[in-house]
T-cell receptor, first 116, second 116 residues
Framework: GAGVSQSPSNKVTEKGKDVELRCDPI?????LYWYRQSLGQGLEFLIY????????KSGLPSDRFSAERTGGSVSTLTIQRTQQEDSAVYLC??????????????FGPGTRLTVL | GNSVTQMEGPVTLSEEAFLTINCTYT??????LFWYVQYPGEGLQLLLK?????DKGSNKGFEATYRKETTSFHLEKGSVQVSDSAVYFC???????????????FGKGTKLSVKP
């Protein structure tokens, strides 16, 4: 079946602009995670959704970052007033149950964000 | 806090050589441990996992054993192939009993290059 998809695959924006990144999880997966992959920081957790609610937002680096999930499916990560340090690959993952330690997460191909 | 430390790369091996990539972890509870692989130009894929002490995860000739006494989860393969060239990430996750929501905590990644 279809895996996790993300769009756009690449996004170039100017400093100060807002961007929206989209994630379509595997159908039926209740848990959705956002991560960020950058050269300096490696892979960092950003936010976790269980259904439409976000019980863990602890990884969001600043209040310029927000995310929502609707219909228990698609999620959008929004970065307002982008800064150059936001440049990274943003990864989305989904899992069947979530919240547990052993649940396998399936990753999308990522969105490469470049802030000029 | 929880963390994962894996050996720095890059690692360059000849085809059919033995591979070990060391991974140690720090965790407050009873984590599950994972190895993810990122092939060139592709997204993160689960390679193997282990959910409790002494479990051995295996896939595609790779193995790793969850050692609680040494807090380690070293990745091994007896005979590497050119097609194994990729970046390998060790990761852990804890569930609610560990104060987490199942998000993955990753090591920095180890780049493996296998020469024919």
């Amino acid at each position: 079946g279809a895996g996790v998809s993300q769009s756009p695959s690449n996004k170039v924006t100017e400093k100060g602009k807002d961007v929206e990144l989209r994630c379509d999880p595997i159908s039926g997966h209740t848990a959705l995670y956002w991560y960020r992959q950058s050269l300096g920081q490696g892979l960092e957790f950003l936010i976790y959704f269980q259904g439409n609610s976000a019980p863990d937002k602890s990884g969001l680096p600043s209040d310029r970052f927000s995310a929502e999930r609707t219909g228990g499916s698609v999620s959008t990560l929004t970065i307002q007033r982008t800064q150059q340090e936001d440049s990274a690959v943003y990864l989305c993952a989904s899992s069947l149950m979530g919240g547990g330690a052993g649940d396998t997460q399936y990753f999308g191909p990522g969105t490469r964000l470049t802030v000029l | 806090g929880n963390s994962v430390t894996q050996m720095e790369g890059p690692v360059t091996l000849s085809e059919e050589a033995f591979l070990t990539i060391n991974c140690t972890y720090t965790a407050t509870g009873y984590p599950s441990l994972f190895w993810y692989v990122q092939y060139p130009g592709e997204g993160l894929q689960l390679l193997l996992k282990a959910t409790k002490a002494d479990d051995k995860g295996s896939n595609k000739g790779f193995e790793a054993t969850y050692r609680k006494e040494t807090t380690s989860f070293h990745l091994e393969k007896g005979s590497v192939q050119v097609s194994d060239s990729a970046v390998y990430f060790c990761a852990l996750s804890e569930g609610r009993y560990g104060g987490s929501q199942g998000n993955l905590i990753f090591g920095k990644g180890t780049k493996l290059s296998v020469k024919p």
